[in-house]
């Protein structure tokens, strides 16, 4: 039985039955769950990027607001999980696959001929990156190291979240192609070339 650790995978858990319920009340309904964890990057002509309003809640968006300068530095927090480093493994996928897998998504729902009912599938590398893995891609895209700080843990915090993708591949025929590289690369992209997002600095009410 599937099951969440915070209050935000219990709403994903809530719409997942919900679609299920759907399906059994009604099995005509074809149903395709995509579950992801952490979209990142850019389009890698650096005009459309993620451009969070207020203090970013997600790590990459913050990390590089501190290569830009908008932040004094990154909070890491907890370097003592049961990691290779010590911090936070997660599955990141960037966003142009995200974007690939949906469409295939919406292929097979349309223009295929398997009758797969409710069924979810994961849209992952299959791969986990730590926080200070990711740190250092950034390091290496922007030429320069990112200031961070090691803070305690934050309750809910999992030492490892990553996904296994080979039903995606199977059912959707789609799979991840772009590494941490590209997604460091073409966030900075974005970021440098818009440091203040999709408004200007002379527009900012101080």
């Given at each position: 039985r599937?099951?969440?650790?915070?209050?935000?995978?219990?709403?994903?858990?809530?719409?997942?039955?919900?679609?299920r319920d759907?399906?059994?009340?009604?099995?005509?309904?074809k149903?395709l769950?995509?579950?992801?964890f952490?979209p990142?990057?850019?389009h890698?002509?650096?005009?459309l990027?993620?451009d969070?309003?207020?203090?970013?809640?997600?790590?990459?968006?913050?990390?590089?607001?501190?290569?830009?300068?908008?932040?004094?530095?990154?909070s890491v927090?907890g370097?003592?999980?049961?990691?290779?480093?010590?911090t936070g493994?997660?599955?990141?996928?960037?966003v142009v696959d995200?974007?690939k897998?949906?469409?295939?998504a919406?292929?097979?729902?349309?223009?295929?001929?398997e009758?797969?009912g409710c069924?979810?599938?994961?849209?992952g590398?299959?791969?986990?990156?730590?926080?200070?893995?990711l740190?250092?891609?950034m390091?290496?895209a922007?030429?320069k190291?990112?200031p961070?700080e090691?803070?305690?843990?934050?309750p809910?915090?999992?030492?490892a979240l990553y996904?296994?993708p080979?039903r995606?591949?199977?059912?959707?025929?789609?799979?991840?192609t772009?590494g941490?590289?590209?997604?460091?690369?073409?966030?900075?992209r974005w970021?440098?070339?818009n440091p203040y997002?999709y408004v200007?600095?002379?527009e900012?009410?101080?």
């Open positions: 599937l099951t969440a650790t915070s209050p935000y995978g219990r709403t994903k858990l809530v719409i997942e039955e919900v679609l759907c399906h059994a009340a009604d099995e005509k309904w149903i769950i995509l579950r992801y952490n990142i990057g850019a890698p002509s650096g005009i990027g993620e969070p309003q207020g203090i970013p809640n997600n790590l990459m968006p913050f990390v590089a607001q501190v290569c830009v300068g908008r932040r004094e530095k990154l927090f370097d003592d999980y049961d990691t290779p480093d010590g493994v997660r599955d990141y996928i960037h995200l974007a897998g949906h469409v295939a919406l292929d097979a729902l349309y223009d295929g001929e009758d797969f069924e979810a599938v994961n849209l590398t299959g791969k986990g990156v730590s926080v200070l893995e740190v250092e891609g390091a290496k922007t030429g190291p990112v961070y090691i803070s305690p843990r934050r809910g915090d999992v030492a996904a296994d080979k995606a591949e199977e059912l959707l025929k789609w799979k991840a772009l941490i590289k590209e997604m460091c690369e073409d966030t900075w970021q440098s070339n997002g200007k600095q002379e900012i009410v101080q």
